[in-house]
């Protein structure tokens, strides 16, 4: 089972209701909103798709399972092209 996990190298900060992540090697930044902020906190330890999106559905009663696992899915290629997590 695939796991993903923060590369080590990106440095993230709140900022008001999202988070501000920045990837040095890359020079670029990323603006996440609440959902997206919540996946980043959870990808502290390694995790894989199943258990991202039973932990987001769980933190937001009444999330459709579908539509969390399309949208984490989609964070997290959209996280990998932009070298912000590992994958093993």
């Not at 695939?2 to 990323?30: G, I, W």
């Not at 798709?49 to 009444?62: K, N, P, R, T």
Request: net charge negative; hydrophobic share 40%.
């Amino acid at each position: 089972m695939k796991q993903f996990v923060r590369n080590s190298d990106v440095e993230a900060a709140p900022m008001l209701d999202e988070t501000v992540l920045y990837n040095p090697v890359r020079n670029k930044f990323c603006v996440l909103n609440e959902t997206s902020a919540r996946v980043w906190e959870h990808l502290a330890s390694p995790a894989s798709l199943e258990q991202l999106q039973a932990a987001i559905c769980q933190e937001f009663d009444g999330a459709d399972e579908e539509v969390v696992a399309r949208d984490i899915k989609g964070l997290l290629e959209e996280f990998e092209s932009l070298d912000l997590v590992k994958t093993s």
